[in-house]
């Protein structure tokens, strides 16, 4: 029988885990934000995704990114209004997504705002623990 600690454990670890996505996704538009770039952090990860896979669906983007359809739909409509994106109808509910040249002319300023996180993240822990870190991580992705 479980111990009423190890059954609260659970929880406990999903709310730390979504603590931290928060607090990360915030940090990002700060510091997106401190660099002048006109993008969220919810944009950023949609570019980020377009950025290796450019002339996506939003069906596909929204697979890629684990975000719903109707938030990469906002998202893709606020960076086309921004012309970073542009689209092309494949039929009545799907559209292709393409970066612009003014999505490509940002690209190196985002990747070393992205850097900067990454590198403060990485910071935290010993680079033993960022590898272990990183593949269990990987690991709960892959199999939820």
Not at 123 to 132: M, V
């Amino acid at each position: 029988m479980k111990k009423d600690n190890e059954t609260q454990q659970v929880p406990a670890l999903g709310c730390a885990i979504a603590l931290i996505s928060q607090r990360l996704i915030s940090q990002l538009g700060e510091a997106l934000a401190d660099a002048g770039l006109n993008i969220t952090a919810a944009e950023y990860i949609v570019m980020r995704a377009l950025y290796t896979a450019n002339g996506a669906q939003q069906c596909e983007i929204a697979a890629m990114v684990g975000k719903d359809k109707a938030s990469v739909c906002r998202t893709v409509n606020s960076l086309r209004a921004k012309g970073y994106l542009s689209t092309t109808p494949v039929s009545h509910k799907c559209r292709t997504v393409h970066l612009t040249p003014d999505a490509f002319s940002i690209k190196d300023q985002i990747a070393n705002v992205a850097g900067e996180r990454h590198s403060a993240l990485a910071d935290i822990l010993s680079p033993d623990e960022f590898k272990s870190f990183s593949s269990i991580v990987n690991k709960i992705v892959k199999h939820i």
